[in-house]
């Protein structure tokens, strides 16, 4: 499978990242597992060890004078006990010298062998010890430890049993070894139920994360597709514009030409019947009036240049319509500019070509952020009549200087702005598909400062 589109790169490295998870956690987790298992297990032993040395009332005296024959046997029948304990490797017990005094060992007593001296200290002043000895650095002196996968090393202190609880003292501490064959069991379990417990959780947090990355990006799909459609429309709007432009002014010469042509028609008809060389006046005029008849066919297809901006009508949604175009102006205005819209609650629909509509309105809005890009654009849609007629009014207001009276006379006219780099077409053509509609773009100053160009639509589509 090729990891070509987003969500499946996204699945591949969220996956690889909880396989990660899931091991390191195994690898980081083990050592705390077998090092709480450890110190499980000496605190038991402390217990035990305790309870045998009262029983078998072992005092400081027989530490110092282990060698002593009723000290001996005191050590016997106290920790031979601990011998006979499941997975004991070996037993040493230290007096406050750190000398061993007795052990399973017999070749051990009265030697200071011990693999962590800094543990015995810290045994020595009360604190049990417990370490987790690999295979490498086990003792080589018990038979039942060659076998192992290393060993656990506990230190023990053993108290006075004949002092008060305020004044306990050590006396001696006792080195346990016990083979961890049944504590790597332990741990390799509690890894398993770790790793399962992770690994679930984890892909838990795979799945929800990979749904939301999937619909995230699926709406992502969608809004690049819906831009995609508006900047066709929109280059589809500027062509009707042009055209729509074009044909205004071609409406324009072609209404001044008319009339003369007809003039020329008129003449020629009357020369030809009183010039003296009728027939060669006759053949000229006719020619004139052939040539004028051609230049006034020319003017009437040049007139119906203005049809093509035609009207497809259907049921809009006109708050969505105006969210759109906003959206739009903030994806075509390189200008990231505010644009605040206020409108009723319920859909306010109208029969409109949201074609045309939205285009109209985009001119209107680009026009209020140009007249003043540091302060934020209004778009208010409000249910208005005009005229007695039920309609509805999209107001667009800005805070920029307004416009004079002159100015005014001139806003709708084809070609005229007051930009250097303006077309002139913005307002005209917001005008014009107003009216196809039925309504009327207003325009007006504000006391406050700025001004308001309004697009009013009526609610039912006139005859």
């Not at 083990?30 to 040395?53: G, H």
């Amino acid at each position: 499978m090729k990891i070509s589109s987003p969500p499946r790169l996204f699945a591949a490295i969220s996956f690889l990242m909880i396989i990660a998870m899931v091991v390191g956690t195994g690898l980081i987790q083990a050592p705390f597992f077998r090092q709480s298992i450890i110190d499980r297990e000496a605190a038991i032993v402390q217990d035990l060890v305790y309870a045998l040395t009262v029983d078998q009332d072992v005092s400081a005296s027989d530490m110092h004078n282990y060698t002593d024959g009723q000290a001996r046997l005191r050590f016997e029948r106290a920790f031979k006990t601990l011998v006979n304990l499941p997975d004991t490797a070996r037993i040493k017990v230290f007096n406050r010298d750190g000398t061993i005094i007795w052990s399973d060992d017999p070749s051990l007593v009265g030697t200071r062998l011990t693999g962590h001296p800094e543990r015995l200290a810290r045994a020595m002043q009360g604190k049990v010890q417990a370490v987790f000895n690999a295979a490498m650095n086990k003792f080589d002196t018990s038979e039942q430890s060659q076998n192992s996968d290393g060993t656990i090393e506990c230190y023990v202190p053993i108290f006075s049993h004949t002092t008060t609880q305020s004044e306990t003292q050590v006396i001696g501490v006792l080195s346990l070894y016990l083979n961890p064959h049944e504590l790597n069991q332990t741990i390799k379990n509690g890894l398993y139920l770790l790793w399962t417990v992770i690994g679930g959780g984890g892909l838990i947090l795979f799945l929800a994360l990979y749904k939301v990355f999937s619909v995230v990006y699926r709406r992502q799909q969608v809004a690049e597709s819906e831009l995609s459609k508006l900047t066709s429309e929109h280059e589809r709007v500027v062509q009707i514009e042009k055209m729509s432009a074009m044909g205004e002014l071609v409406g324009e010469i072609a209404h001044q030409l008319n009339n003369p042509l007809v003039g020329v028609i008129n003449l020629s008809q009357l020369a030809e019947r009183e010039i003296n060389d009728p027939q060669r006046v006759a053949e000229l005029l006719a020619e004139v009036r052939k040539a004028g008849t051609e230049c006034r066919d020319i003017v009437q297809r040049i007139l119906r240049i203005n049809q093509i901006s035609r009207s497809t009508m259907l049921p809009t949604n006109i708050k969505d319509l105006v969210q759109d175009t906003i959206t739009f102006c903030h994806q075509s205005i390189d200008l990231q500019h505010a644009v605040d819209f206020i409108a009723p609650e319920q859909p306010v629909m109208l029969n409109v070509d949201a074609v045309l509509m939205r285009q109209a309105l985009f001119n209107l809005i680009h026009n209020a952020i140009l007249s003043a890009p540091a302060f934020p654009v209004q778009v208010a849609l409000t249910l208005t009549e005009r005229a007695h007629v039920a309609g509805v009014l999209l107001s667009v207001t800005d805070k920029g200087p307004g416009f004079s009276l002159e100015t005014a006379a001139k806003l709708f006219k084809p070609f005229f702005t007051t930009r250097s780099n303006g077309t002139g077409l913005g307002l005209s053509v917001a005008q014009h598909i107003a009216m196809k509609h039925g309504g009327v773009v207003l325009a007006e100053n504000l006391p406050e400062g700025g001004a308001r160009f309004s697009i009013w639509l009526p609610l039912e589509p006139t005859p």
